[in-house]
């Protein structure tokens, strides 16, 4: 068994957060507990369309809290998006923001924040602990299960000039109350759900086999993959299944509140190289990304990977071969992605060899990848690339 050193120091954030049906009506009476007067919402056109964000905008109405409703955000948020709903908070006269949505909504969201306070453009806050003011009162209400960004202290912004997408880490970046409500997942699609469950997977099992792991963050991952295993496939098979809905929003928590403490590592490295350059679906880059660079690592961490594998529903003991238990635990993640239906490689989702010493640049120079167990060279990090091609 895996033993932390207790005196070894650990910094350990999260935010408050309410979890469980109907926690998205709530957000009225959070915001008047946070004395909000006017809030710009931020959401994405799809989740408009279905009418999600009018609905949190109604709870503030309600509360005589007032709003102005931004959506001009895609995936892979780009920087001048950011910047553009900066410039919209300052013009209506806002002093808070509530982010309704996946990833990309909630990312933005975090950065017109900052850019808003500290009177900067976003990407000059790239890195760690770079941000000098917090921004204003932030509520995250997640409608994915995966991206944890309503619990997590990271930012990612693509910088399109550089095609690159940058973290930006701090303390700053944890939301002041997340509403994480399972009953908005029931709209997701098979493939968003596959795809975001994976990421989900990818962030526990990161978190994990960090090497700024801690007793704490090792049992919110634990519970994560074990949560994952039991309801993944049953949510994309059965999308009005509370249950399953329930137990992947939980997991997705559990892995956000993990992964935002320990870190991430060169799955997430170099899957965010991938999105920045080539604007594909992150769930998915980390999801083709996650077995190549498990076996890469896999060394390094044999009995945490181990016991992932047996969480996964493999039964490996502690004494096998390590060959066996490479081999067994590697099964037991391409198992489960083929259940969750994801089988693509990269090169079908259109990257070229010719990319790969770019991607591999920008991915060792990612914040992310100095918390992977295994530091990689340039022409490692190619290699893994080109094997999930």
Do not use: W
Request: charged fraction near 20%; hydrophobic fraction near 45%; proline fraction near 5%.
């Amino acid at each position: 068994m895996i033993q932390h050193d207790i005196e070894e120091l650990r910094k350990f954030v999260a935010p408050e957060f309410v979890f469980g049906t109907g926690a998205a009506m709530l957000a009225g009476q959070y915001a008047t507990n946070l004395s909000i007067k006017k809030a710009l919402v931020v959401s994405d056109p799809a989740l408009d369309k279905l009418g999600c964000p009018g609905k949190i905008i109604d709870t503030l109405t309600s509360e005589g809290v007032g709003s102005v409703l931004y959506t001009g955000v895609t995936p892979n948020p780009r920087d001048q998006e950011a910047m553009a709903g900066a410039e919209i908070y300052r013009k209506e006269g806002c002093d808070a923001i509530v982010s309704v949505g996946g990833g990309s909504p909630m990312d933005c969201a975090k950065a017109i924040g900052i850019v808003c306070t500290n009177d900067r453009h976003v990407l000059e806050f790239e890195g760690v602990d770079r941000v000098d003011h917090p921004g204003p009162p932030l509520i995250c209400i997640p409608t994915t299960a995966g991206t944890a960004a309503d619990v997590s202290q990271f930012c990612i912004i693509t910088d399109t000039s550089r095609k690159v997408k940058i973290a930006i880490v701090s303390k700053t970046m944890v939301p002041d109350v997340a509403l994480i409500d399972p009953l908005l997942t029931m709209t997701m699609s098979e493939e968003l759900t596959a795809h975001t469950g994976l990421d989900a997977l990818t962030h526990a099992t990161e978190a994990f086999v960090s090497n700024a792991s801690s007793a704490i963050t090792d049992l919110n991952a634990l519970e994560a993959v074990r949560l994952i295993k039991k309801h993944l496939v049953r949510a994309i098979e059965k999308p009005k299944d509370v249950a399953a809905r329930t137990g992947m929003m939980l997991a997705s928590t559990y892995a956000g509140i993990a992964f935002s403490n320990a870190i991430l590592g060169a799955v997430h490295a170099m899957a965010h190289s991938l999105g920045g350059l080539l604007d594909l679906p992150h769930g998915l880059c980390n999801a083709i990304l996650l077995d190549h660079v498990i076996e890469y690592n896999f060394d390094s961490a044999p009995d945490k990977y181990r016991r992932l594998g047996n969480m996964l529903g493999a039964s490996i003991s502690e004494n096998a071969p390590l060959d066996e238990i490479r081999d067994e635990v590697l099964g037991s993640f391409r198992s489960l992605k083929q259940a969750a239906g994801v089988t693509d490689s990269l090169c079908k989702m259109g990257m070229d060899m010719d990319d790969l010493p770019l991607l591999a640049k920008n991915a060792l120079a990612d914040a992310c990848m100095l918390t992977n167990p295994r530091q990689p060279s340039l022409s490692e990090v190619m290699a893994i690339y080109e094997e999930a091609c």
